[in-house]
Structures are given as C-alpha cells and as structure tokens.
C-alpha cells in the first residue's frame, strides 16, 4: 500500500499570514495521463471532511483561491496565501492511484496562534 | 443540492453487528460511486471500501473484508455499510462520501454525510 506521510503534524497560524503543508507519498501519484492523483480535504471543527484540492492543484466548487495545491509525483504542497480564521481545522492529503485502498495522510492541524 | 443524510448513532455490544444507511438526493444516485471512511475518536480517515450503485459492484479494503459488506437500495437512493464481529476499536464515525470517477480511473470524494457515531461497548 502506498503510505502518505505529511509534516508538520500541527501548524499555529497568525491570519494574514501563509501557511504551507506538506504531503509525501511513498511511491509517484504520477499517472499516465499526466495527472497526480492526488487530493486535499480539510475537516474543519465537529464537521466532516469536505474537498479542497483533486488532482493535486484544482480547487473544488466553493474554495477560495487563497488555497493553493503544488507538486507532482511524490511531493506535494499545500499552501494558504493568507489564513484567515475559518481555516482552522485538519488538513489531509489523500492518495487515489494504487487502489484498493485510497491512504490518507495522518493529518496536519491547523489552528490560531 | 448533493446531501448525504446518514441515519442515527448506534450503540453495540462487541461481537453485534450494526447496519449505517446513507440517503442520497440532489443527483442522478446509480451515477456515482458511494465510499465509506471512518474515523476513531481524535484518529485520522480510514478508507473502507466502495460500492458502485449502479452495479452492486463492490472493493474493500483488505482489513475489512469478511467483516463488511456495502449494499444499495437503488429505489430509494440509499447506501449501507454492515460491519459484523464488531469490537472495541470499531468504535468511530463513519462517513459515507460521493465518489466523482473520472477519466482514467480517478474518483474524488466530492460530498460527504454527516457522519454517524458507532459506539461498541460492553
């Protein structure tokens, strides 16, 4: 199974500030078709997750464009421009090539300093 | 819009089995894949498996095959996740989540429930 690892595990933010995560996979989300299969979900406080990022950098319906996914193959970034306070929450990155099963990443949480 | 509505929580006894219905509405229902993940109290997402609505085809995960099975009601729009041989550690929340497929195999959890609390206690 590929493993996703994702560092830090918790990030303080200041808003306004940007903030960045990091997303590792042990083996290349690079698929044939030129795409990284490769998402982000946020979990925000007592919700369920919901889509931020597919495909490693195309933001799904509704997300600001103060998030910013980057990255290919193995290594993948997530970045806030500028945080605000409604980002507070556990941002998990999530492998969807070598399925069964899809792997998430341990989760990073995000919070106010 | 797209809603997941998913039924109440349950509370078990180790060794029952508990049955989690999803109700789908605001789409086309046999055009997506339904995934289920749970999640143990304050751990991460951990993926269960799929069924395909329109097929009754399903994949699950390794650890969960032979204790889980995921079924439709496609005349309601429903899905179901039945976990047998319940123990402590299937304590969690499990969420039911649309799948988008795209091109090439990809799918995308695009909509998810709500979530519903599965308690296994004696």
């Known amino acids: 199974d590929i493993v996703m690892t994702q560092s830090p595990l918790s990030l303080p933010v200041t808003p306004g500030e940007p903030a960045s995560i990091s997303c590792r996979s042990t083996r290349s989300l690079l698929h044939s078709s030129g795409h990284n299969f490769l998402d982000w979900y946020v979990q925000k406080p007592g919700q369920s997750p919901q889509l931020l990022i597919y495909?490693?950098?195309n933001r799904a319906s509704g997300v600001p464009d103060r998030f910013i996914g980057s990255g290919s193959g193995t290594d993948f970034t997530l970045k806030i421009s500028r945080v605000e306070a409604e980002d507070v929450g556990v941002y998990y990155c999530m492998q969807a090539l070598q399925t069964p099963p899809f792997t998430f990443g341990p989760g990073t949480r995000v919070d106010i300093k | 819009q797209v809603q997941l509505v998913q039924s109440g929580a349950e509370m078990k006894k180790p060794g029952a089995s508990v049955k989690v219905s999803c109700k789908a509405s605001?789409?086309?229902?046999?055009?997506?894949?339904i995934h289920w993940v749970r999640q143990a109290p304050g751990q991460g997402l951990e993926w269960m498996g799929w069924?395909?609505?329109?097929?009754?085809?399903?994949t699950y995960a390794q650890e969960f095959q032979g204790g889980v099975t995921m079924t439709t009601d496609t005349s309601i729009s429903t899905a179901y996740m039945e976990l047998s041989g319940l123990k402590s550690d299937d304590t969690a929340v499990y969420y039911c989540?649309?799948?988008?497929?795209?091109?090439?195999?990809?799918?995308?959890?695009?909509?998810w429930g709500q979530g519903t609390l599965v308690t296994v206690s004696s």
């Open positions: 605001g789409y086309t229902f046999t055009a997506f894949y």
């Open positions: 989540a649309r799948a988008t497929y795209g091109t090439s195999g990809y799918q995308h959890l695009d909509n």
């Open positions: 495909l490693a950098y």
């Open positions: 069924i395909n609505p329109n097929s009754g085809g399903t």
